[in-house]
């Protein structure tokens, strides 16, 4: 642990190697370059998605640099998401407040995108100066007759999950407005799931192939009125539950709807997934349709895994998500092909996650919390790694390490939940730890004495 700071020990764990003590869910340190993101950031990667609303961030222009087109989050209709819309305040608006630039932005966009909801993002100056969003937010919406919603989200009130948190009590505001009629009581919403290259799509398929309905898809391929009438559903299936699980409790408490935590990444989580909502209904044709699709599904998926299992084995991979969630199945994707999980970490992961992924690693594994590029690089080098699972910021890590790289996060474009997904991933992975470009890299002619 060389390379990590004094402060940092405590956030980085070695499976089997001392007693479980691991520190986590805290502030990110001081000038440790932290791979974790802001609490407006976590607010606008769960609402983002709602494809229908107006999305609108009250600060300078440096905070939405990163909002256009923000995920590969599609959608089935309306892509009024994928636009970036900033208020964009300067020194003046600074000096004398924001509200009257952020009524003018409201209502000419309101007028010209036509949009079912506007959520109004607050950054770190707006809560130094103190614009007052929940007043401006409150005339507008009853000039235009729609739902205008405050995101406290400024950035410096602790760390991305924080903006989750801001991100379940906006979308609550919208909850419980909308008409239940006709909803099945065989219903679920599905939450944690933002429709990455398409997925939710695909998950969609397999409830309605059991004959369960989804209500609300929160947030990905989002709509308004599905949010608003999500109060219907018979029960939340959470799977990011780092993000949106404050709303099912919300939910919960308010409605009644009871919830269970799900993964819909490998085959294991995502068969389970099916299974236990089956199981929650109790239904008996429920349950056989879902073990017919299961069998379907594998009878195809098995047989082609076979060759990759036989080439990849005994390849080391490290992992490095935003929700723990994720690894989770990740682990148990990379054992199903006899790959050994060297390293694994998260921006936001708890403690009794981080306690569950040392009881299922290997002795040796390191577990980090809130982790940093030099931290990681230390542990690529020290386990020799042959695949590195993570987002935008950490591929050049990898790559300038001449470790091959596998995109698990907002920016990718292939699907990698369900049954289809674990082909493209075991494929991914394939393809990025046997590319014979490794030959030349750094790493690789250290290993064999400098000669290609």
Known sequence: MEAALKERQAQIHRTGE??????????????????????????????YPIADALHLVHGPIGCAVYTW?????????????????????????????????????????IDRHSPKAAFVYSTCIVGIIGDDLEAVCKKVEDEKGIPVIPVQSEGFKGNKRAGYTAACNAMARLIGTGDTTG????????LGDFNLAGEIWMIRDYFERIGVEVVANITGDGRVADLQRSHGAALNVVQCSGSTMDLARMMEDEYNIPSIRVSYFGVEDMAQALYDVANHFKDADLLRRTTELVREELEVLLPRL??????????????????????????????????????????????????????ITDPGTI???????????????????????????????????????????HERKEALAGFAGMLNFVEEVYLSVMSPVWRFTKRCKKEVGGAL
């Open 18 to 47: 001392e007693p479980f003590n691991l520190i986590c869910n805290k502030d990110s340190l001081a000038g440790a370059v932290s791979q974790r993101a802001c609490v407006f950031c976590g607010s606008r990667v769960v609402l």
């Open 306 to 359: 076979e060759f990759y299992k036989e080439a990849l084995a005994g390849k080391k991979a490290a992992i490095y998500v935003g929700g723990s969630f994720k690894a989770f199945s990740l682990v148990k994707a990379f054992r199903l092909l006899g790959m050994d999980v060297v390293m694994v970490g998260s921006q936001t992961g708890t403690e009794q996650e981080y306690r569950e992924l040392a009881e």
């Open 69 to 109: 087109d923000i995920r590969g989050a599609l959608s089935s209709g309306p892509e009024l998401h994928r636009l970036s819309f900033s208020t964009d305040l300067q020194e003046m608006d600074v000096i004398f407040g924001g509200e009257k630039k952020l009524t003018a932005a409201l209502r000419e966009l």
């Open 367 to 409: 577990i980090v919390d809130d982790t940093n590029p030099l931290e990681l690089t230390s542990f690529l080098e020290e386990k020799q790694v042959d695949i590195f699972v993570g987002g935008v910021k950490e591929r050049p890590i990898a790559y300038k390490l001449g470790v091959g790289f596998c995109d698990h996060n």
């Open 183 to 190: 909803i099945s009581p065989y219903s679920i919403n599905i």
